[in-house]
């Protein structure tokens, strides 16, 4: 997954998405099953203190991420977050 671009989002708000990443991939829900991740990414988000954040559906989560420069036009970022059945061997520190 690439890292979340640094000019566009504060230095705060960069590193708390970065460490919401890290703390859901090092712990996977296969496909409907992903309770906790929802869970940690409505806290997560909220904790943001984002404009808008909701919950939809069972485990689906919509928010509205300021960027840095107000004056460009909204994006729209779709994520996955189920997990596959295996075990991750890339040795970083957030491995599932």
Known sequence: ???IPGHLFSPELRQRLTDLRHTIHR???LALHEFRTARRR???LVAAQLSSVERVAQTGVVARVPGADS???PVAVRGDIDALPIVEETGV???S
């Open 1 to 3: 997954m690439p890292e």
């Open 27 to 29: 712990d996977p829900e």
């Open 42 to 44: 409505h806290q997560g």
């Open 71 to 73: 004056g460009l036009k």
């Open 93 to 95: 520190a957030f491995a």
